[in-house]
């Protein structure tokens, strides 16, 4: 469960943009960035190195 307090803390550590929470499979994408942030233990992993590039589409 992830409250919308945190959800507005949490931006793009590239670009600085909103994230949005995916339920599935547990991340925050980047949208302008076409990333996707995992989630590890219940704590965002909110690095760039971390991040995957969201498949095509
Ligand atoms: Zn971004």
Redesign the pocket.
Known sequence: MIDSALLDMIV?P??L?KLEYQETPGGFV?L??R?FFPIREGIPVLLVDEARPLESG
Do not use: T
């Open positions: 793009c590239n670009c943009g980047c302008q960035d990333l």
